[in-house]
Each structure stands twice: as C-alpha cells, then as structure tokens.
C-alpha cells in the first residue's frame, strides 16, 4: 500500500503520560520529506488508500477497468485528471444530509488526458494515432473522460470506497446538453447550428477548480477549454474582421490555430464538427455552423450534484475566462453573496460576483436547488481586482455604467451580456491589475479573508521586453531560479496573496501571505518568506480551507522544484492580513538603474503554522480537496502521474515514468492512472493533527 501507513508518529501505546499532550494540536504531525519517489507520502500515524480512479466503472453494468487501451463506455467511467472536488452528505436514505460524515457524493473534474502529439495515448491500445485525422472511436473515448463525476461514497467497518452500482452516481462530459443562464443566455453571440436560439450548448470542458454553493448544489469552473477548437487559416477574413476576431484573440484563439487534439478531424457529424470555431456557412447570424461555438465554453457551471435529472447551467454573469474555483464569502441574512474567482493565465485577473438577490435562511435547504441559483446567480455586479501599492485595493465594477468599459476603443461593448462573454476585455477596459496566474481561491471560514494562489509567471521581468511586465507590489518577484542547468526567469515559484474586505463593496486591504521558493534561496528577494526544508514549495495550486479545523491546505502543480521534489501538499495555520509588516524588494536594472517595491507581507510561518503533510508520485499534480464534516477524512485527488512518458513508450511498462497506482496495489494493468485517494488518521483524529 501506500507509505506512512504504519504505526503513530508517537508511538501507539507507549505515550509517556507525565508529559500529557495539550488539546490534539494542529500540525502536530512530523512533517513529510520533499521526495522523488513513486509513492504518495504522508505522515507517519496516517493511511492513504486509493479510491477512485481512471477508468473505474460507475454503473453495474460496466465491466472492470482493464487499463490496456482497450476499454470504452467512458460515460460510464472514471474521467481523466481528477481535479477539483466538493462533499456532498447523503442520509441513509440517499438524500442531501449536511451532517452526514460516513456517506456521501463527491463531485470531482475531470480536467483533462496525459496527451502527446494529439493522442489521450494511454487510453488507446497502441497509444493512439497522432496525425489528423483522429479516428472516430478515439475522438469519442477522449471526449468522455473530460467533463464531471458524481459518485457515491461510503464508509464501511472502517474502510472508505465508492459505490459503483449508486443509482446516484452520473458524468458530465464535453458533449453533454446544457443550458445557458444568464445574461448571456439568447445572445446573438451564442447562437450555433445546435442551438439556433443561443440558449444551449454542449459540454463542460477542462474543468479545473470548484465550488459549493450555500443551497447545496456544486459549481465547476472551465479553465483551458480554447485549445481544444480550431480556427480556419483565413477566418478573420470570412468574418469580414468583426469584432468577433478581436474577441477570438484575446481569448487565445487566432486563425489559423490548432486544436490539442483534432476532435474535430472524427468525422462528418456535428459531434466532431463542432470544434472547428470558424465561420464555414452562409448565416448572417452564425445558426448554419460553429463560428460560435467557442462563446458556449469557459464559465462557472452549476450541478445539482443530488439529482442527475435536473440539467447542468452555464451562470455566465459569473463572467467567461479561464475558470478556477469560485469560493462564497459568509452568507448573511439580508446581504448580497459574494463568489471570488481568478482566471489563470499569465497577467490575468481576480475577479468578484455580487449578488442582486440578498441572502435567505430559507434557500440553505430548498427542494429546488436550481431555481435557488437562478435566483442568485443570473443576476449581479461582476468586478475586477485593482491592487495599489499601498496594500489597499479596489473592485471595479464591469458594467455599461462604467465610461472605461462602454468607451472601450479596442472593443465596442453593446450590452451586458457582452460583458459576460467578453470578460476579459472589460477587465482590460478598466485596468484592472495583471497577476501572476490567478489560480484557486479560498475564503477562511474564521475571518472571511479571502486566498489566491498565484501559482507563477514567466513574465514578469525586472527589464521588460515584448510581452513581459515589470514586478508590482502585489506581484513583487522577478528572479532566476536554475532548474538542473536550465534557467527560470519571472516569478517561477508563485506566491499567494489574500484580500480583506474593506466598509464598501469596492474596496478591499491585502498583503502577500506566502511566497513559494527553495528554501536555500536568497531570503531578501526569492525566499522572503524565509521556508524551511519542511515547508518550502513551488507553483501552488489548489487551494482549500477545512471547516472543521481551519487548516488552510494548499496543493502545487509545478515544474520548476519538479528537480528535488514531486508535487506536495501543504497544510498551513494563517493569520490574517497585515500581520507581517512590510518588505522592501530591491532590485537592480540593466542600465544599473534601482527598483524598490515595498510589498505588505504575511508573518512569518513557523513550524507550527506550515508544515508539508504530503508529496505524490512522478510525474503527478496534487489537487482538489474534500472533507468530511467532521474533518476525520479528506479526500484529495492525484492529477495525471506518469505525464512525463514518452508516447513511444506506451507499450513499455518499465519505461512508464510512474506505475502509480497500480505500484500501490490498486487496479489492473500498470498504466499510470489519475485517481482520488481517501486519507484517515490511525487514531481517528482530526486530519492535520
Ligand atoms: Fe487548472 Fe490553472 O490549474
Ligand atoms: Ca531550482
Ligand atoms: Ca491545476
Ligand atoms: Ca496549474
């Protein structure tokens, strides 16, 4: 099985009692070492076990994962690269249950495939084809393992599984119907071939983080989705350069672009098809082809996680970028809900939703979970972060109101709904601060202060040049970091800031909690704050505060620490914004010019308040978090281990980078597979104690 399973750190039995232990201490675990191995390694006095992976059926009547490349009836199974993840309890009776600590659903992303020149290769018998065309049968395989799970969960004489016959358990994939909401819902710039009417699309794809609503039903972020549709070589032309175009590029897709896997190559149905994002037809309003098609992707989607019946919705007032999670601020009775969001590619932002409907203590348990997020979701103010120097900050609303937005000269917005769509460009419009990718959020259930990974940025530069920017206060690092003898310029090892909530809705305070870097790195502009060989990380990631314990866990997807150590998980005790004073990061330019920034910093962590509790196997990505209401399990998710094989060696187990899990004891064949591990304490604590 997996590493640390044996006895307590302390030893079982043989505690000394003159030296009683105070009440059990969070982090009291002795920390986990960085690690190269093809293991997940947690503390001693733990057990991780392996839940739920690739492949694993979720109905009855699909056989076993055979993991040679040649299963198929993914709608019926595991996706790929589990990501996000929310608990949802269930009573004994199957229905939602808030209390419920033994039985449950998770709801969990299926983000993306382990992919080499267009081919999911592990996921096709001979790794697949990797020239265009794609064969029919492995376009509709890798279609089916992008998109949502929902699956059963219980615990039984001890031991947690997933419950592969539930009648509760269901997938989201990226041809699934789903109905647009919204203020963008019947817009001229959503009408497809599919949907004439713009009110449908299909799919939820590249699912990244998550959230959970205050009704009860689970929101799934889509981050990455543009890479998967292609733009003819003269297509700016065909759409007689219309706005369209302007749009199309800001959100990464030129003409000309490739998708990442030439789905649109299977064949002649609209399934396939659909990914061509250009304009083939003769419409004046796009309703004969896909020149759309692109405007239906790349929202916050709400899932009634407890009734597979009811349809999925795209909530496009939340606004259209690269989705990460969406974390609510407290509810109060009689006040607007706040959701945060970022959006995660270089030098973009962090947004805010503010809801029109205030909050009812009469929606937390509704019969109709939908109808509730009809009523808070289609309707509100969406702002964009402004950082200043001075550690104040303000939300500026994206709206027709606002002059920067309706007198934008790079893009002429109409309405609304253009906003929702448009997002970006609205944010551009008002100047809102580039960050150093935005990744998840979190909100700390003890002060409402709200968390932002920001996980790196090759960008940022000290002597800019073409697309690169100089560090600001909220984004202060510019530096080289060696990787081996290659080397790594920006912001390689990300940072997390966290933003107070100022007397009005537009204004907030902030500082930078956490810097990830090395520790032996340079303490006044790369290791500011001052790591230890137990808490030092790179590139994080998922991010989630635990109810129970307030444990702010945080997760990384790295590459640049990916030399000494796998990616790891971090449980940390903060404090809150502005209790570390000030730092000044002092730097010299080229022509021998200085730079100071002075950015207000997080107090520094101890080995009390940060601690690694958790490092996974080759090649994988540590993501998505979801606990128990008692917090005595979480379940966390092990994103694509084994990335780094080469697709020529697909038929060659010893050259696989990672055998995990099967090298843990779970599951047939020895293909690397993305899975969800269960982690309990031996002695029945609080996890993180
Ligand atoms: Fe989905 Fe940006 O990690
Ligand atoms: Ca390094
Ligand atoms: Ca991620
Ligand atoms: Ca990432």
Redesign the pocket.
Known sequence: MLTGCGPTARGAGVEDNSTPPSKPELLSYNPVAKSLADVVSIPAGYTASVLFALGDPISASVPAYKNDGTDGDFEQRAGDHH??MEWFGLSANGSRDDNATERGLLAMNH?ATTDEKLSSFFLHANGGTSTLPRPAAEVDKETAIHGVAVIEVAKSAGKWAYVPGSSQNFRLTALSPIEIAGPARGHAQLITKYSPTGTMTRGTL?N??TGKTPWGTFLT?E??WFGYFTRGAADDAARGNDKSVTSLKRYGRSQGAASRHGWETGGADDKYQRWNNSKTGASANGSDDYRNEMNGMGYIVEIDAYDKTRMAKKRTALGRF?H?SAAFGKAVVGQPLSIYMGD?SRGEYIYKFVTTAVWSAADANPTDRMAVGDKYLDSGKLYAAKFNADGTGTWVELAMTNTAVAGYATYKFADAADIAINTRLAADAVGATKMD?P??NAVNPANGEIYFTL?NNSNRSIDPTGSQYLPDASNPRAYTDMKGTSKQNGNPNGHLVRLKEGASVSSFSWDVYLFGAEAGADKSLVNISALTADQDFSSP??LVFSKATGICWIQT?DGAYTDVSNCMMLAAVPGQVGDGGKKTLSYTKADGSKLDIVTPVGKAATESTLKRFLVGPKGS?I?GLAETPDGKAIFVNIQHPGEGTAMANVGDATKYQSQWPSNAGYGAGKRPRSATIVITKNDGGKIGT
Do not use: S
């Open positions: 990501d996000g983000e590249n990244c983080g972020g981050e990455n690269a990460e995660d990718r990744e998840w996980t990631d998922g997807d990505e993501t």
